[in-house]
């Protein structure tokens, strides 16, 4: 009895020295004047979070932050205009790149990479040429190589 006294005792000393305020504040509207800009998807990358977030402008494409309102903007508008160019896919960080799936009106959706730049955000390959994309998804890392599922009219999803 006098151990679990002890470990509440010592838990709730812990807890009560270790706890600090947090206080909460907007960083960036990303998306003002509208709906929320639905943020999702963060990975980091030298420092830099990067995450996918919607506007009406440029619809959901891929954006970064340094943890400023000056540092947070869009990396590329990959489908011009109001259509989302970043999909629902979650990224993942290999070999100093991001990673992820990201739909042009030209390309459909397929394998897309960024090193943080605009210059730097582009398709990897376009798997199934055309109009229709791979539909990539589902992404990994295994034995320091990138593994993903895509779609192609010859051989189905492999």
């Not at 009106?105 to 040429?129: C, H, R, Y």
């Not at 320091?144 to 189905?156: H, I, Q």
Request: hydrophobic share 40%; charged share 15%.
């Amino acid at each position: 009895m006098k151990t679990i006294i002890t470990l509440f005792v010592s838990c709730f000393f812990l807890l009560h020295v270790h706890a600090q305020p947090y206080q909460l504040s907007l960083l960036k509207d990303i998306n003002p004047g509208s709906n929320s800009s639905g943020p999702m998807g963060f990975v980091e990358m030298n420092g830099i979070r990067y995450f996918s977030a919607y506007t009406a402008n440029e619809g959901r494409e891929l954006w970064r932050t340094d943890g400023t309102a000056a540092g947070t903007y869009i990396v590329k508008d990959i489908n011009t205009g109001p259509d989302y160019g970043y999909t629902f896919s979650y990224p993942i960080m290999f070999n100093n790149k991001i990673y992820f799936a990201a739909t042009t009106a030209a390309n459909g959706t397929e394998l897309w990479s960024s090193d943080g730049t605009a210059a730097g955000t582009q398709m990897v390959a376009d798997i199934n040429p055309g109009s229709a994309g791979s539909d990539f998804f589902s992404i990994t890392i295994y034995n320091n190589k990138l593994y993903f599922v895509a779609f192609t009219a010859a051989e189905g999803s492999e």
